[in-house]
């Protein structure tokens, strides 16, 4: 029995119509595919804009309070920031500001990932955090370790976390002796006070003032809590935003208590393993800077440092609070980034 021609001719259009589908398919998926490698790029190009390159050399790390400090007192109470020994750093850069929000979302989305959820009691408070793009991420010490690994693979440059020691030298703008990390190396701010505002307003680090201001402004529950946007004062001397303000940063280090009994003078890296345990015998990372600083009471001292459970638990029970915890990248390279 023959084949008719009009069933030829209706198998040859499906058959076109079947490759021409395909075709379009593919040619949308690659446009897709080009559309994301440019965005990739030109994050990878905003991203080397914002670092900042630091010449290495010897300091004094540590409360160096009593003795260069203008009143030749100590600056911290604590045992853990003593004694002062001298560190000496190779090159490196700095990221100038925190990862920001907006950051952090396009590596989750360029990755499949999503944001994480925290306890549903602050699921509010943590959407409308996460919300504006240029406020802080927040993570935990994996993540944090994730996603300067993944800018290491993108870019092609030696991104990590920076060690304690990078990150205290940065912040006293290659080891002066600046009590904290803004403009000037002091907390500066407006006197007068306002009817109904609350306390003193902040000009070169946040107070509960300038945090409240911007939770009413963003019209957030947060409060004194509130986090600001990471160029919010000027920097520190060395172009460097908000590290003694704005969030607790993460770095690589182990945190133990003594270290600085023992740590080497040559790029010092932390103990090799967790030394210092919580409260739950779990072991702790070092953070760096302060959550929220103000004025009237201190804080975000740049020789301070705390330790927290790198998966940010603060109890028995695996109770998660990131709401404190951010992180700056650094780039292990002798060399600036061009």
């Known amino acids: 029995m023959g084949i008719s021609l009009t069933r030829v001719i209706a198998s040859i259009v499906c058959f076109l119509l079947l490759v021409g589908c395909e075709g379009a398919s593919e040619t949308k998926g690659s446009l897709a595919r080009n559309e994301s490698n440019q965005a990739l790029m030109q994050y990878i190009d905003d991203l080397k804009i914002d670092l900042v390159f630091v010449e290495g050399g010897d300091f004094l790390m540590g409360d160096f309070g009593a003795d260069y400090g203008p009143e030749n007192l100590p600056y911290d109470a604590d045992k853990d920031s003593k004694p002062l020994h001298k560190v000496r750093l190779d090159n490196y850069s700095i990221q100038k500001i925190k990862v920001t929000n907006q950051a952090y979302q396009f590596y989750l989305k360029f990755n499949g990932l999503k944001l994480r959820v925290v306890d549903a009691g602050n699921q509010k408070d943590w959407s409308d955090m996460n919300s504006a793009p240029r406020t ?9 370790e994730r996603y300067c ?5 993108v870019s092609g440059l030696p991104f990590a976390l920076p060690t304690e020691a990078q990150w205290e030298y940065a912040a006293r703008s290659r080891g002066r002796f600046l009590m904290v990390s803004t403009d000037d190396g002091t907390y500066r701010v407006a006197h007068e006070r306002v009817q109904g505002e609350y ?4 000009l070169n680090i946040s107070s509960t003032w300038n945090r409240r201001a911007f939770a009413d402004e963003m019209n957030w529950a947060t409060e004194g809590l509130t986090p600001l946007p990471v160029d919010y004062f000027q920097p520190n001397s060395l172009g460097l935003y908000s590290m003694s303000d704005n969030g607790l940063e993460w770095v690589s280090d182990w945190y133990d208590e003594d270290y600085y009994n023992y740590s080497p003078v040559n790029n010092p890296q932390g103990p090799s393993v967790a030394v210092t345990k919580d409260y739950f015998g779990r072991g702790t990372k070092v953070v760096r800077g302060q959550a929220f600083a103000d004025p009237a009471w201190g804080g975000g001292v740049n020789v301070y440092r705390t330790s927290a459970e790198p998966h940010g638990y603060i109890n ?3 109770f998660v609070v990131l709401g404190d915890k951010t992180v700056r990248c650094v780039v292990n390279s002798s060399v600036p980034v061009n």
């Not at 802080?136 to 944090?144: L, R, V, Y």
């Not at 306390?199 to 902040?202: A, F, S």
């Open 149 to 153: 690994g993944w800018l290491a693979v």
């Open 199 to 202: 306390g003193l307003r902040g």
């Open 316 to 318: 028995e029970d695996d």
């Open 136 to 144: 802080p991420a927040h993570m935990d010490w994996f993540e944090a």
